[in-house]
């Protein structure tokens, strides 16, 4: 096991480089389209952060992620657009109340295991979509709630994609930080224990239910967090981005991007986010494309897109490295 | 030597050919946003071809104002955050004049910012009112408003001195305007709702609502929905016994209700664009020559018969085509010139846009049709 300055060291590695490279990305692209695509990457990547701590290193699933992120983007667009609450103050407001809320449901909840916590997640995520659905004078229904202002501090107002990117990425490398500080902490430790077996880690002494709701609660907090700074860039919410099919595209991304690893979530969620868009040249096929790639990626790369890239580099260097032999 | 020659004629031609290029006008580009896969394709697929075949024949009768128009067609799949993301795309990178659609209300309204904000003239295909009400600067529709169509059913209700109605609508956006529209619009046509029912968009069994509205002592009954929920309800009130007469939005006006509904569909009554009963219009009816058109044309293009659905993306470009005739392919110009729209004939009706009025349309957009001997005839 590592000493504690030389994980500090290793992590700072890869952590200074990686944030570097993402506060000077918009250069690259000014004002086009694509940083536009970027701030979406850092919103999905906070979400699959989010849900790589309960799936990754606790071993537990969420099928119904997306309703933690509606309920943040919800919750401060209601408070924000209805009742003219201050933004910020609403993204704390609704983050505690979602806290105490998976706080709640998670007792009964994460008692189950396997299939059935996935259904139990899965059945959480689609009565909240019903609720944004139906309850039309609070949520505005089907169509939607519009007029939700944008965040502003002193005299910034975030309102355009090069103020929200850094809004956003800000928010997103600081819960990367903590992430990474909690899952080499005693707690990660417990985490990663309860994963390969909960008998065993109850027998090293980890209170296993407690931290189970504990970190299932921490996942929630940041995707509302997620969902609040969603619906102020975009300053409009609809049920339609927060239903199953986004629970399971989150899901995804955690998967692709490599189980129990925070960088392989910005990996996941970028590919995922950036794909559709550059497979747009395959028009009426693009659906197909990105379903081929999935499977493939899933098949040859089954510890996601974090482990199969160095090991794919390598294995061509490897291979240029004998064909050199030959050719010599 | 020879190779001489043909270099340097080589050269000549291609300078030529680059000159000739350079002289042809850039196309005027234009941006859809369709919901062409999931939950509203079948909005967004129809709208899609229709735009692309609208698009070809101006081109082949060479262009608007000798500028050929291209036309960059993007998913939304329904979702308000691909919507924003593609209509971005259009803007920033594809540097469009003007957008037509999304296709569903709730795409729209996430789209709205997007185009107030860079100043790019925007002509949504969908119904919802909240679009042009309050009017936005760049924001206009083709898509009738609910309201229009509740208003037709109710004065052909009080026409029968039928008072006390029941309305069962699905739990979408369609269904939920269509409701709110329901309601506020009761009281003044001296309507009374006495049995306010909904049904989800997947629901394969009405009964129990069905069951519930004949104890409720209503005199009528409305269903808003679209395909293929109210289909079901047709039946299901026929298994029943229901002998109240049962009205539909025009969410159903196809041929693919009648197919659904199958006989059960007799004597429904619903209002509708007058794209489905084209050629029953008296020949002085002003839409009778653009709707004809359209439906010959999509009738050839596709092989299909085409909708009021198709019908949104084919006045919307073809409003477009006025305005950048009238004015210039500025988005600014396009804006003005749209504003200033008079009595366009199209397919949803006969479109008057004014600084107030951005939908356009009067109630006159639609016709009161009754299903009979599985087809279309129009209640006089």
């Known amino acids: 096991m590592m000493d504690k300055r030389s994980l500090l060291k290793h992590e700072a590695v890869k952590f200074i480089p990686f944030a570097l490279l993402i506060l000077a990305l918009p250069m690259a692209f000014r004002e086009g389209y694509l940083l536009n695509v970027f701030v979406f990457v850092g919103i999905h990547t906070l979400l699959a952060v989010a849900l790589n701590l309960l799936l990754g290193y606790a071993g537990q699933i969420s099928l119904g992620q997306a309703a933690f992120f509606g309920l943040g983007a919800y919750g401060s667009g209601i408070l924000t657009a209805t009742h003219g609450l201050n933004p910020w103050l609403a993204m704390v407001l609704v983050a505690a109340a979602v806290g105490v809320l998976a706080f709640l449901i998670g007792f009964p909840i994460l008692k189950l295991k396997g299939h ?10 689609i009565i909240v979509y019903i609720v944004f659905n139906e309850a039309v004078d609070v949520t505005g229904g089907p169509s939607g709630l519009s007029g939700i202002p944008n965040l502003a501090v002193g ?31 005693r707690i990660g430790r ?8 909960e008998v065993a880690a109850r027998v090293m002494g980890v209170n296993v239910r407690l931290l189970k709701v504990q970190i299932f609660a921490l996942s929630a907090v940041i995707s509302s967090v997620a969902g609040s700074l969603y619906a102020y860039t975009m300053t409009f919410v609809s049920p339609t981005s927060f239903g199953f099919n986004f629970s399971v595209e989150l899901v995804t991304m955690v998967i692709i991007g490599g189980l129990g690893s925070i ?16 497979l747009r040249a395959f028009q009426d096929y693009d659906i197909v494309v990105y379903g081929f790639l999935l499977i493939f990626m ?9 482990r199969g890239i160095p090991a794919l580099v390598g294995r061509i260097a490897e291979r240029i490295g004998i064909r050199k032999k030959v050719d010599a | 030597m020879l190779k001489r020659a043909t270099f340097i004629l080589t050269f000549v031609v291609s300078l030529a050919i680059l000159a000739g290029s350079a002289l042809a006008a850039p196309p005027i580009k234009i941006g859809g946003l369709f919901a062409v896969t999931g939950p509203a394709s079948f909005l967004g697929e129809p709208e899609r071809n229709t735009a692309q075949m609208v698009v070809s024949e101006i081109n082949a009768s060479g262009g608007i104002k000798g500028r050929k128009l291209e036309l960059i ?34 795409d729209t309204m996430a789209v709205i910012p997007v185009a107030e904000k860079a100043q790019i003239p925007l002509i949504s295909c969908a119904a919802g009112s909240k679009i042009t009400d309050p009017v936005k600067k760049w924001v206009f529709k083709t898509a009738q408003n609910d309201g229009l169509a509740v208003a037709k059913i109710y004065e052909n209700l009080k026409r029968k ?11 979408d956006g369609f269904g939920s305007s269509g409701r709110e529209q329901l309601k506020a619009q009761a009281a003044a046509h001296g309507m009374q709702i006495v049995s306010d029912d909904t049904y989800g968009p997947k629901d394969t069994d009405m009964t129990a609502q069905l069951t519930k509205i004949r104890g409720s002592g209503a005199q009528a009954v409305i269903c808003w929905g679209t395909n293929p929920g109210p289909a079901v309800i047709a039946r299901n009130a026929k298994q029943l016994g229901l002998k109240l007469p049962l009205y539909m939005s025009h969410g159903v006006s196809s041929k693919k209700f009648i197919e659904l509904a199958g006989d059960a569909s007799e004597g429904i009554v619903l209002p509708s664009g007058r794209v489905i009963v084209a050629d029953l219009l008296p020949n002085s009816d002003r839409q009778k020559k653009s709707l004809i058109a359209f439906v010959k044309d999509y009738q050839k293009h596709y092989n299909a018969e085409g909708d009021h659905f198709g019908g949104h993306a084919w006045d919307a470009l073809m409003l477009l085509k006025g305005a950048i005739e009238r004015g210039s392919d500025n988005p600014a110009a396009i804006r003005n010139q749209l504003e200033r729209t008079r009595n366009f004939a199209g397919i949803g009706g006969v479109f008057t846009y004014s600084p107030n009025d951005h939908a356009g349309l009067a109630k006159d957009a639609f016709v009161l049709v009754e299903i009979r001997k599985r087809d279309f005839a129009l209640v006089k």
């Open chain 1, 155 to 185: 005299g910034i107002t975030f309102d355009s994609d090069f103020k929200n990117y850094y809004l956003i990425w800000g928010i997103t490398l600081l819960t990367i930080l903590l992430s990474l500080n909690l899952v080499n902490s």
């Open chain 2, 73 to 106: 067609v993007y998913d939304t799949q329904g979702d308000a955050t691909k919507a924003v993301q593609a209509a971005n795309r259009l803007i920033k990178d594809d540097k469009v004049s003007a957008i037509i659609g999304p296709s569903t209300t709730g």
């Open chain 1, 298 to 306: 899933t098949m040859y790369m089954p510890g996601g897109l974090v």
């Open chain 1, 263 to 278: 960088y392989g979530s910005f990996l996941g969620a970028a590919l995922l986010t950036l794909l559709p868009e550059f």
């Open chain 1, 116 to 125: 059935y916590l996935a259904m139990a997640t899965l059945g959480f995520g």
């Open chain 1, 190 to 197: 417990g985490l990663r224990a309860i994963h390969d077996s």
């Open chain 2, 161 to 171: 001195k039928i008072a006390k109605v029941a309305i069962l609508t699905v739990s």
